[in-house]
């Protein structure tokens, strides 16, 4: 359904626009695991190509790593995708170094797609290094921490049932009570540059690499302007200094899944 909205919506500025989709799942719900045989990604190309009443889907991601399938037959596979027209660029998700590595040696890797920001650095580590050596981009989610790094949510905050946050014990009020200070020291430096903490967030993501285009996520307008808005604001080499030195005396409290979503990630 989401990709019918987005191709019709999209339609009039077709050649003006970059559109990405994912296969990895089962049926398209990441309850039902993960499947990323060859002529799965196949029926979820035709299939998005269908929806989305497109010729060609300009960046397919594996939406996760699955461990049943070299990922060698997947790249294989979109590369074969790429040669029919059907696809332009190959991207991977939460994939691990080696894995990148691997994958781009059958077929270039353009974007990763993985969490970045303020409250997690992992990617700095192993990711970060892999894809500037080899001229992949990098997509970060949760730019924004899922929400919190807008300063909008706080330890009394609560969560509609439905919300994928009360899964996750970054979330567990005693763990946003801590990390508290981080919004604050977003916060103080937003004052000074006459920006809110969202943007400050995501400008220093902008400042990181230029090739990192984050993705925050929004279902409100004024949000979506507020976001664009962290383009045009600059940080300085010493307030980029500040927070970076600042930060890495903050202890984030909170894993970033539950234990069976973490398994997903980084391989």
Avoid at 64 to 83: H, M, N, Q
Avoid at 96 to 106: C, E, K, P, Y
Avoid at 181 to 208: E, F, N
């Amino acid at each position: 359904m989401n990709e019918e909205l987005v191709g019709e919506a999209l339609a009039p500025f077709r050649d003006r626009v970059v559109i990405a989709t994912k296969f990895g799942f089962r049926s398209g719900r990441t309850q039902a695991g993960l499947d990323s045989r060859p002529e799965r990604i196949i029926e979820v190309a035709d299939a998005a190509l269908k929806r989305l009443k497109t010729d060609r889907i300009d960046l397919f991601y594996q939406h996760r790593v699955d461990p049943s399938v070299p990922i060698e037959d997947v790249a294989d596979t979109v590369k074969e995708l790429i040669r029919q027209g059907k696809v332009k660029h190959f991207g991977l998700s939460e994939a691990g170094a080696q894995t990148i590595r691997r994958a781009h040696s059958v077929q270039g890797v353009t974007a990763l797609q993985s969490e970045y920001s303020l409250w997690w650095r992992e990617p700095e580590k192993e990711i970060l290094p892999t894809l500037e050596e080899l001229g992949i981009g990098f997509v970060p989610f949760s730019p924004l921490g899922k929400g919190f790094l807008t300063s909008a949510i706080s330890e009394n905050t609560v969560f509609d049932s439905s919300d994928f946050r009360n899964t996750v014990p970054r979330f567990k009020p005693e763990a946003r009570k801590a990390n508290q200070v981080l919004v604050d020291l977003l916060g103080s430096i937003a004052s000074r540059k006459h920006a809110t903490p969202a943007q400050i967030a995501l400008a220093w993501l902008l400042a990181q690499k230029p090739w990192i285009v984050p993705i925050p996520g929004t279902t409100k307008l004024h949000r979506l302007e507020e976001n664009i808005g962290a383009a045009a604001v600059e940080l300085s080499p010493d307030e980029l200094h500040h927070i970076d030195s600042t930060v890495s005396q903050i202890t984030v409290q909170g894993d970033r899944y539950s234990a069976d979503r973490q398994q997903l990630v980084g391989r």
